[in-house]
């Protein structure tokens, strides 16, 4: 098997929560707790979760936009965490970042050519009528005409405005994107545009992505394989279809369960509600979805003992009992 693109190992952010009087650290918060993943050349992985589970600060973590406190992150076989901030700085050309909101994204007092065009300037990319003709060969690329690098952003759709970003990132002929939220904002109709335009990017360009993302039914439509974050833990990650047909984790299942579906009939049979049982909360070294879990199997080993994904695995869940080995 060849050296992948990317590749996250125990990755760790935490965020201080009080502090002593002195200055130092009383509590923190673990945000990203330990997660470890890794992303083929021209491979898309979704990351998805609820609001809150700590995707974006995962992805922010691996761009180094936000500096994680332990792991290790090997782009390319590097360590990036170990590279000077000069070495950082040109690296950064390789990997670039699609924002979620559109309408916020794009600087208001900057024409789209000289949105486009800050990256080419910044990395040296090219200069003069040259930089202007490929911030043109951009907006063309992503399905605008070339004559919108003269207008300001407020003049755009938020689909326009997306396709801009998007163009945005990959002025400087990146490898790795990290899509976060990319089609969160944007109408149905036009986050199948967005989406049909990311997958063609990719084809063309053999791009890798990191798609961070809350709709399951837009991951299925473009993921190869699919990352399922709880609580700032990696809980379950597996090739897209195996997920969506059989999920092992019930955090996964009962993401599962609340997309709607278009035919009646179609619908799982949902896991009952867990009962909590405030006097048996979990420990810190325990399962996090332990007061939510709805498998039928959940024991004191649960709430006692923190189960483990498996790096190497092609599929895997953080789960004692996984749903699939659970007698029906």
């Not at 003709?133 to 690329?141: F, K, S």
């Not at 939220?181 to 084809?203: F, G, P, T």
Request: with cysteine; net charge positive.
């Amino acid at each position: 098997m060849s050296e992948p693109l990317l590749a996250v190992e125990s990755l760790t952010k935490r965020y201080p929560i009080t502090r002593h009087w002195w200055g130092g650290v009383a509590r923190s918060m673990t945000a990203v707790d330990a997660v470890s993943c890794h992303i083929a050349v021209g491979e898309t992985l979704a990351l998805v979760g609820e609001s809150g589970s700590g995707k974006t600060t995962t992805g922010r973590c691996i761009l180094r936009l936000i500096e994680p406190d332990e792991g290790e992150i090997r782009y390319e076989g590097r360590d990036i965490r170990q590279l000077t901030p000069r070495a950082m700085r040109a690296l950064r050309q390789r990997m670039q970042l699609v924002f979620q909101d559109p309408w916020t994204s794009l600087n208001p007092r900057m024409r789209v050519g000289d949105i486009i065009g800050e990256g080419i300037d910044v990395h040296r990319v090219a200069r003069g009528s040259a930089r202007d003709a490929r911030g043109a060969a951009l907006l063309e690329e992503v399905g605008l005409r070339p004559e919108a690098a003269q207008r300001w952003p407020h003049e755009f759709s938020g689909g326009q405005r997306q396709r801009i970003g998007i163009a945005r990132a990959l002025a400087v002929d990146p490898a790795f994107v990290v899509c976060d939220e990319a089609v969160s904002a944007l109408d149905v109709s036009v986050q199948a545009q967005i989406i049909n335009l990311l997958r063609d990017l990719q084809r063309q360009r053999g791009l890798s992505y990191l798609f961070i993302s809350h709709d399951l039914a837009v991951v299925r439509h473009l993921a190869h394989r699919v990352a399922v974050m709880f609580a700032g833990r990696l809980v379950e990650i597996a090739p897209t279809a195996e997920l969506f047909a059989a999920p092992q984790h019930p955090y996964t299942r009962a993401l599962l369960d609340a997309i709607p579906r278009g035919v009646p009939g179609q619908r799982r049979p949902p896991l009952p509600l867990a009962t909590v049982d405030a006097t048996a909360a979990p420990t810190d070294a325990a399962c996090r979805y332990y007061d939510r879990c709805a498998n039928p199997r959940r024991d004191d080993q649960c709430r006692t003992v923190r189960p483990s994904l498996p790096q190497a695995a092609v599929r895997a869940a953080a789960c004692h009992y996984p749903l699939s080995s659970a007698p029906t």
